[in-house]
């Protein structure tokens, strides 16, 4: 079975400034996605941005980007230019990659507050 | 276009009781799945579906039914409520080709006494 873990529980970063979130998983596959879901305390949950595991080229949406290493199971998420509407919950996701293949696998969650 | 809609946003719930969370998309998506969020554990997957008459177990099934008998509507039931039922019920939706972001509800917040 897949499994997600996010290890920093909590982070904090001054506004403006970057920081990065962490995420690991574990899988057998070779055809998968990942994602990193924002979830703010109005508790919707938001796709801040996707990663198909065959492309070598780290996705990128505005001041979010992520470091995406297939071979060490690592899937950072970098904020940069914090603001304070980063301030969430943000949730590493696992998919397989099979067509037809929905579910969701989540890591733990990491708190993200932004300093102003 | 009100994408994936939940009723009701907040419950209280007595142990034993009955009741059931109302899910609904407006987006034909064939794909449709129930998580249930709990602190430090991230969301987990309770049952889905993926066409109408079609549902399977996910991770968390135990407690909960539910029935697809349309496209839209994909309810959530609790047959006997228990204190560990308490938890962020979120229903999630996604065509089931091409890119299929999931799209989530805004939540159900469950509380069980």
């Known amino acids: 079975a897949q499994t997600v873990t996010q290890s920093q529980p909590e982070m904090s970063v001054q506004e403006a400034e970057t920081v990065t979130l962490s995420c690991t998983y574990d899988?057998?596959?070779?055809?998968?996605?990942l994602f990193w879901y924002k979830q703010p305390p109005s508790r919707q949950m938001i796709l801040v941005i996707r990663q198909e595991a065959y492309k070598q080229q780290n996705a990128t949406e505005n001041r979010f980007s992520v470091n995406f290493q297939k071979a060490a199971k690592s899937f950072s998420l970098k904020i940069s230019d914090s603001q304070l509407g980063d301030a969430a919950m943000y949730f590493c996701a696992y998919r397989r990659g099979i067509q037809g293949a929905q579910k969701l696998v989540f890591g733990q969650g990491t708190r993200l507050t932004i300093n102003p | 276009n009100a994408g994936v809609t939940q009723t009701p946003k907040f419950q209280v719930l007595k142990t034993g009781q009955s009741m059931t969370l109302q899910c609904a998309q407006d987006m034909n998506h064939e794909y449709m799945s129930w998580y249930r969020q709990d602190p430090g554990m991230g969301l987990r997957l309770i049952h889905y579906s993926v066409g109408a008459g079609i549902t399977d177990q996910g991770e968390v099934p135990n407690g909960y039914n539910v029935s697809r008998s349309t496209t839209e509507d994909f309810p959530l039931r609790l047959l006997s409520a228990a204190p560990s039922q308490t938890s962020v019920y979120f229903c999630?939706?996604?065509?089931?080709?091409?890119?299929?972001?999931?799209?989530f509800g805004p939540g159900t917040r469950l509380t069980v006494l």
């Open positions: 999630a939706s996604s065509r089931l080709a091409g890119h299929n972001e999931q799209f």
């Open positions: 899988t057998s596959e070779s055809d998968y996605y």
